[in-house]
């Protein structure tokens, strides 16, 4: 019935492209664009409407045009690097021209479209904590894959496993608890897991957004945290053709990797295609020098083929993800204290397809999204036979309305849900195979006054969770057990929740700004948590499941405010979260009685951890000060805190694993050309990453230990080369670590290797060149 279900939902998707009304009227919009300084035509500038994924760049007057829009009232949002964006409500009905003046970047916080409870919504008019990595940001920043990109942002973080591996951390909260959203849909690919990132091409994301905290009301189970939404390439402007190449090189770990990008759009068909791929071998430091097993490959082919009409559009989605990482096994020569050679790797296939449409219904869009994903993971200790070797099938599906962009009232309903189906193919096991369905239904509505907007939502989700029995034959070495031990029982759980969210932001001027939010999140335990019972290879433990375990259910309240002007701007967002049956692994105490389980252990394995849950208690801030004393120059800095520990527990085990240390970090940019003839944007960033001391560790049967301070000094040299007005290319020189400073941090799984545990990479220049070519 299940089955059944989703290929109507299927069915309905793709004939739905085919059977809107083609009949709307349709308008063009033309303007100009100019620079407030000296009025000169603003060459190159974007203009977009991101509901209709719809736009185009300005010419060498300054002016654009766009046609076959639909007459709606949309918001349009207009941007160009090292300017100030600017973002209006415009009516297609009256409007047939609209001109802006372009402002250039002082201290004012950014103007962003961002993901609301109701649709799309300017970031002043949102209650609940949201920033967006800008495309700029991204193109300067060095980093080895797209988390490690934005877990600089205040109140992100990364636990990484060496220079590949990188999972996003909020606010102290990671793996099930942060939902990642690509291509329209969350991604799915054994979340729960330590040893592999988000499977997702970095190259073909154009901008992030991260909502800080309980995001359930819009995608469900394990938003609990927040979600990293990861935004593709706008569609290209009509009757245009570009292709994109880029290249990057670092020193340390010797990583290449380069990209090639072809998108177009004639006459509404629109398509974006990217081939990447990627090299980097083990990186060093000057405690443990090269660390064995921390090399990986990469490659990635993404593409989109798709129609945009006045109806609105339909995109085809396609994506097939491969790296291949090391495993650092972490032992070292008694001798020489050198690591030795690790032969054991891992193998990752991602496969996703996705149907994305929009149907415009008056001013308001129908979304109807339903996609496919298989995710196969292996792990190879050193031979060619895998021996943990899973395999994910996900279908999820979305259908929800959006109301008119710009009216007071604006509502939102719709349901959206997924299927899973995950296969144990290996001789190794870990976690049993499962099927799970599950489907929720929301509405969310928002009221906007002259300078107050309240918005709220509430959602309600079903999911059910089988996970099918599994014998295995016992060897020799083992303790205990009958010839066919049971090592995964059948069983079966069903889970349901009610999520909601109400706020509201006050604008009390237009330079400050004061946001409240009550927020409550669902999560219900994943199949790791409640069955996993295997060594869990190159984590260093041996993980045990917990089948009594119940949902988290989280209250979190947000407090912010912001001050923006030309000279200074400041904000300051404070959190407090309260989560129920909060879950997390524990090491177990070594006289610990296990013979009346199913654990297959042998008689030296004392690395064992179990999954246990209690009351949790989380609260914190992000502060930002930003100076811009003269037009060039930027100082800007912020600090992130976050305090979490578990309630009604002794002095060892009060605080909870993977929390964040205390960060500081610091910006000085100076802009040293701007819209110049040859040289333009170009710039000189020095860095400073402060972590202060982490000593709220989970002492525990030595689950964590605690670690000091350690600060890191980075360097970003950047320019566009321009050539008849146009630009040729991008050109950035980056320096990671400058002082080579030799550290641990406390989010790195390295950390607890074999004592005395490995270091982070140590420093390491690189230079990445991206050429745009218009055809």
Request: charged share 20%; with cysteine; aromatic share 10%.
């Amino acid at each position: 019935m299940k089955t059944t279900y989703i290929m109507l939902l299927l069915l309905v998707c793709f004939c739905m492209p085919v059977t809107a009304e083609t009949a709307a009227k349709k308008v063009t919009l033309k303007g100009r664009v100019i620079d407030a300084v000296d009025g000169n035509a603003v060459i190159g500038a974007s203009i977009y409407f991101p509901q209709l994924t719809q736009g185009t760049v300005t010419n060498q007057n300054g002016e654009y045009v766009i046609k076959d829009l639909p007459a709606i009232k949309t918001t349009i949002q207009v941007s160009y690097v090292g300017h100030l964006t600017i973002i209006e409500t415009i009516d297609l009905h009256t409007t047939s021209e609209c001109n802006f003046t372009m402002h250039e970047n002082n201290a004012m916080l950014k103007e962003v479209v961002v993901t609301g409870l109701t649709g799309s919504a300017r970031a002043d008019q949102s209650p609940a904590p949201v920033s967006v990595v800008a495309p700029s940001v991204l193109q300067e920043t060095s980093s080895t894959n797209i988390i490690d990109a934005v877990s600089h942002q205040p109140g992100v973080s990364q636990i990484t496993t060496g220079g590949g591996i990188s999972k996003p951390v909020i606010r102290g909260l990671g793996y099930n608890r942060i939902v990642t959203v690509n291509d329209g849909i969350r991604q799915e690919g054994q979340q729960w897991g330590d040893e592999h990132g988000i499977e997702v091409d970095g190259q073909s994301v154009h901008s992030v957004e991260i909502l800080k905290g309980p995001a359930s009301l819009m995608y469900g189970s394990d938003a609990m945290a927040g979600i990293l939404v990861l935004h593709e390439q706008p569609v290209m402007p009509q009757g245009k053709m570009s292709l994109n190449l880029g290249s990057e090189y670092q020193t340390n770990g010797n990583l290449f990797d380069y990209t090639v990008n072809f998108a177009g759009n004639k006459q509404g068909w629109v398509w974006n295609w990217r081939w990447s791929e990627k090299d980097a071998g083990e990186y060093k430091n000057k405690v443990d020098h090269r660390v064995s097993g921390s090399q990986f490959h990469e490659k990635a082919v993404t593409g989109m083929l798709g129609v945009n009409r006045q109806w609105g559009y339909s995109h085809l989605k396609l994506s097939y993800y491969h790296i291949k990482p090391g495993l650092v096994e972490g032992e070292r020569d008694e001798e020489t204290g050198n690591l030795e050679p690790s032969e054991a790797f891992q193998k990752i296939d991602h496969y996703k397809a996705v149907l994305d449409n929009a149907f415009l219904i008056g001013d308001g869009s129908l979304k109807a999204v339903v996609g496919y994903q298989q995710n196969r993971r292996r792990e190879f200790e050193s031979a060619d036979e895998a021996g943990l070797d899973f395999r994910l099938h996900t279908v999820n599906y979305d259908v929800h309305y959006l109301s008119a962009s710009d009216e007071a009232w604006k509502w939102a309903a719709g349901i959206s849900g997924m299927w899973q189906h995950s296969e144990n193919l290996g001789d190794e096991y870990l976690i049993p195979a499962y099927k799970l369905f599950d489907v929720g239904a929301f509405a969310s509505l928002s009221r906007h006054f002259d300078n107050l907007t309240l918005s709220g939502g509430l959602r309600y989700d079903v999911r059910h969770l089988h996970s099918y029995e599994q014998r295995v034959e016992v060897g020799e070495g083992v303790i205990y057990g009958p010839e066919l031990k049971p090592v995964f029982p059948d069983f079966t759980r069903n889970f349901s929740g009610l999520t909601g969210s109400l706020g509201a932001i006050w604008n009390i001027s237009e330079q400050l700004n004061a946001r409240i939010n009550v927020s409550h999140g669902f999560r219900a335990p994943n199949l790791s948590e409640l069955g996993s019972n295997g060594e869990h290879e190159g984590t260093f433990r041996y993980e045990i499941g917990n089948q009594s375990l119940d949902p988290e259910h989280s209250w979190q309240g947000d407090l912010g405010i912001d001050f923006s002007s030309e000279i200074v701007s400041w904000q300051l967002s404070l959190f407090a979260n309260q989560i129920s049956n909060y879950i997390f692994l524990e090491r177990l105490s070594p006289d610990t009685d296990l013979h009346t389980s199913n654990v297959l252990i042998t008689a030296e394995d004392d690395n064992i951890f179990q999954y246990q849950s209690g009351t949790a208690r989380l609260w914190g801030f992000e502060a930002m000060l930003d100076f811009h004393p003269i037009e060039p120059l930027h100082f800007e800095n912020t600090f992130s805190y976050v305090n979490a520990r578990q309630l009604h527990q002794s002095e060892e085990s009060k605080w909870l694993p993977f929390t964040p240390a205390p960060r500081w970090t610091s910006d000085l940019r100076y802009d040293i050309i701007r819209d110049g003839r040859v040289l333009n944007n170009t710039f000189v960033s020095l860095g400073l990453e402060c972590y202060l001391r982490q000593g709220n560790a989970h002492i525990a049967n030595f689950t964590e230990t605690p670690t000091p301070s350690y600060t890191l000094l980075n360097m970003t040299i950047g320019t566009d080369l321009r050539y008849k007005n146009r630009r040729v290319a991008s050109i950035y020189l980056t320096g990671t670590n400058l002082t080579d400073r030799a550290y641990q941090s406390h989010l790195s799984r390295l950390k607890y290797a074999p004592a005395p545990g490995i270091c982070n990479q140590g420093r390491s220049f690189g230079i990445k060149l991206l050429v745009p070519v218009d055809l």
